[in-house]
């Protein structure tokens, strides 16, 4: 290994949340306002991940007061406390993008994946 890879595998945490695209997600982020730091909420449908290791991030847009809002979040990120999965999405695209040109409901709607149980034996 590398220096370079032995500093990225220090950085990476631990666990790393389990999502996918086209799942609705709530991402707590922590921001620091002047002298102190608070926990905000960005809740919304990951429209894509891209890259790999230390420097894979993820898209999550939302619709605000009827316009459109994306965020681009890192996984490693030390300042995402935590990622809960509100809804799993069930999608036949890796990027989401053309939910951009969607209006109104339709561009929240994915359809939402069904589990499978095993039946006991």
């Known amino acids: 290994m590398n220096k370079l890879q032995e500093f990225e595998k220090k ?7 389990q999502f996918d695209i086209g799942d609705t997600v709530d991402v707590h982020f922590r921001i620091k306002e002047e002298n102190k730091t608070r926990v905000q909420v ?3 449908i990951v429209i894509g ?4 290791g230390v420097r894979e991030t993820f898209n999550v847009r939302r619709i605000s007061h009827g316009e459109g809002v994306e965020r681009i979040f890192p996984i490693q990120s030390p300042l995402i406390e935590k990622v809960n ?11 989401l993008y053309y939910l951009r040109d969607k209006k109104g409901k339709k ?5 939402e994946k069904v589990e499978k149980r095993k039946e006991e034996q």
């Open 42 to 44: 960005f809740s919304g």
């Open 85 to 95: 999965i509100k809804k799993r999405g069930k999608v036949r695209r890796a990027k």
């Open 107 to 111: 561009a929240t709607k994915v359809k």
């Open 11 to 17: 950085q990476q945490k631990e666990t790393i949340p």
């Open 49 to 52: 991940r891209k890259g790999s």
